[in-house]
């Protein structure tokens, strides 16, 4: 059984960070891209950004380029995402994602498996 757990969001005020971290189990991790998304209250769900299974290629929304990296450790089975200068734009829940068999990294209709996500929320 395939298991995203993420941790590490919160609240923090404007211009600060954090770091989310997001444990696989259940799976391949080094066989796996993952991604970063993010829902804030009363809207779609949104790409936050992506990395391929090596850690090679990184995508990102242009909303966060700049201020957020992706990253993973795949002796760890984690994938991270560093978040600095946030603002309360970002403030959301935010979810790590394992994408299926065909996918595209920035469509989340495409990834199989889902953690349970972390609050960030981001004070003016």
């Known amino acids: 059984q395939v298991q995203l757990v993420e941790s590490g969001g919160g609240l923090v005020q404007a211009g600060g960070s954090l770091r989310l971290s997001c444990a696989a189990s259940g799976l391949t991790f080094s066989n796996y891209a993952m991604g970063w998304f993010r829902q804030a209250p009363g809207k779609e769900r949104e790409f936050v950004a992506a990395i391929s299974q090596a850690s090679g290629i990184t995508y990102y929304a242009d909303s966060v380029k700049g201020r957020f990296t992706i990253s993973r450790d795949n002796a760890k089975s984690t994938v991270y995402l560093q978040m600095n200068n946030l603002s309360p734009e970002d403030t959301a829940v935010y979810y790590c994602?394992?994408?299926?068999?065909?996918?595209?990294?920035?469509?989340?209709?495409?990834?199989?498996?889902w953690g349970q996500g972390t609050q960030v929320t981001v004070s003016a």
């Open positions: 994602a394992a994408p299926g068999g065909s996918y595209n990294l920035k469509i989340g209709e495409t990834y199989n498996y």
